[in-house]
């Protein structure tokens, strides 16, 4: 199911927007929901990019982190600076340096609303 994903050898020079589109495909693979990648940069100055995406429960959330990490790793060759939320699977944060991102369970995306935040920010195309 992942043959769609180029995980070939150039995918290493991934400059930050394509790194931040092929996480969101990646993502799209394990059935993330309502995925969208927003160019920050301008607006927080510490990341280029946050993905958002939801998932309907924790083991779905620990699957897509599961296989960003995993994809990431074999395809760039690089881990995160950070990760957060991991065990508990309801808000899982994956810091990249110049991409981010948010891996939420449904319940938590609708009460933190994120994208709220970043309203006049327009999404990037990844699909």
Same mark, same amino acid.
């Given at each position: &199911?992942? #043959? *769609? ?11 930050? %927007?394509? %790194?931040? /589109?092929?996480? +969101?495909?990646?993502? #799209? ?19 280029? !990019?946050?993905?958002?995406?939801? *998932?309907?429960?924790?083991? %779905?959330?620990? *699957?897509? =982190?599961? *296989?960003? %990490?995993?994809? /990431?790793?074999?395809? /760039? ?8 939320? =991991?065990?508990?699977?309801?808000? /899982?944060?994956?810091? !990249?340096? #110049? ?8 319940? &938590?995306?609708?009460? !933190?609303?994120?994208?709220?935040? !970043? ?5 990037? +195309?990844?699909?």
């Amino acid at each position: &199911m992942t #043959d *769609a994903i180029n995980t070939d050898a150039a995918a290493a020079d991934l400059n930050s %927007l394509e %790194l931040a /589109v092929f996480i +969101a495909r990646v993502i #799209d693979e394990k059935q993330g929901e309502n995925t969208i990648v927003l160019p920050v940069g301008p607006v927080v100055g510490i990341t280029e !990019y946050f993905i958002v995406t939801s *998932a309907s429960n924790g083991r %779905l959330v620990r *699957a897509i =982190t599961d *296989a960003v %990490l995993g994809n /990431v790793r074999d395809a /760039v060759g690089k881990g995160p600076l950070r990760s957060e939320g =991991t065990r508990e699977q309801q808000w /899982v944060l994956i810091d !990249y340096g #110049d991409v981010v991102v948010h891996i939420f369970v449904d319940e &938590m995306r609708r009460f !933190y609303e994120i994208e709220r935040l !970043y309203k006049d920010i327009v999404p990037t +195309a990844w699909a």
